[in-house]
C-alpha cells in the first residue's frame, strides 16, 4: 500500500473515524474532514488516494509533513505529484449553453431514481411514492420553480439540509449551485463573488461532511471526477464526458446525482436569466 496522491488542502492532526463505505473512510477533527479513498473515487483537495485500499477501516489517523499513520500502517508522503492546471472553462456562453444540453442528454436515465435528477427529467418524479418523499418532492419543485441569479441565495437556503443520505440533497445540490457560480464568473464579465458568498453563507449546516464539501466548492477547488467531466465538456469528447458523468452519478446514494443536477439546472438558469 502507498500514497499515490495527497489533496492539498489536508491539515495535519489527529482525526477519528467518521464513517467509512466500500472506497471511502472518512476521518474527522475539529477542523476539517479527512478521506482514505480508493482509486475509484480519485484526488480532491481532502483526499488521500491509496494503491491497495484496505477494506477494514482502522479507528484512527494521524497525520504529519511527512507521514500518516493509521492502525499498523505508516505511509510516506513522498509520492505527491505536481499538480498540472488545465483551462477547463468554456469561455463563449453559447457553446457552454450547447454542451450542457450535451451533457443533459448522456445523462438521461442515468441520475440515481430518488435523486433530484427529477429537475431535469420529470419522469423520475414516479419514484417518490410514499408521505415524506411526496412532500420532498413538492419542496424541491416548489424551492426551484425559477431559477435566476437574483432568486439563487434564496435558493440554496431552502434547499440547506433537505432530503436524504449521509450529505442531504439539498447539501449536494448547493455544492452544484457553488461550482456553477463560480464556473459562470471564470467566464463571465459580471462579477459574482458577493452572490457566491451569500449563497455559501446561506448554504452552511450542522453537517460537517457537507460543511466540508460546501467549503471546496465555495473555494472552487474540483474533486477529480468532476474536474475531468468539465475538461471532457470544454474538448467535446463524448465518450470522456459518459465515462466521468457515470462515476459521478455513482457517487454516493444520491450525491453525484444532486449536485451534477444544481451545477447544471444554475448554468441553464444564469444563462436564460
Known sequence: MNILNFGDC?????????????????????????????????????????NGFPQQAEKTLNISNSKILFGNHTLKVNTIKPK?????????SFVLASSIEILIKNISGKTSPHSLGFLLFPKNE?????????????HVKTTCKSISLE?????????????FGLTPSGDDFNCGVLYALNYLNEIMSNDFSEIIE?????????????????????SNKYYENFHQLLLALKQNKLETITHYANKIIGSGHTSGSDMLTGFIVTIKGVLND
Do not use: R, W
Not at 30 to 36: A, E, G, M
Not at 84 to 92: A, L, S
Not at 204 to 214: D, G
Open 10 to 50: 489536508i491539515i495535519n492532526g489527529d482525526y477519528k473515524l467518521h464513517s467509512k463505505f466500500k472506497n471511502v473512510h472518512n476521518y474527522i477533527n475539529n477542523k476539517q474532514l479527512v478521506s482514505l479513498v480508493s482509486t475509484k473515487v480519485g484526488s480532491g483537495p481532502n483526499n488521500i488516494v491509496l
Open 84 to 92: 498540472i492546471t488545465t483551462n477547463i472553462y468554456i469561455d463563449n
Open 126 to 138: 414516479i419514484c417518490f411514492q410514499t408521505t415524506f418523499e411526496k412532500a420532498f418532492l413538492l
Open 151 to 163: 432568486k439563487l441565495p434564496e435558493i440554496v437556503k431552502n434547499m440547506k439540509g433537505v432530503g
Open 198 to 218: 451569500e449563497c455559501y453563507q446561506n448554504s452552511i449546516t450542522n453537517n460537517s461532511i457537507s460543511n466540508t464539501f460546501l467549503k471546496f466548492a465555495y
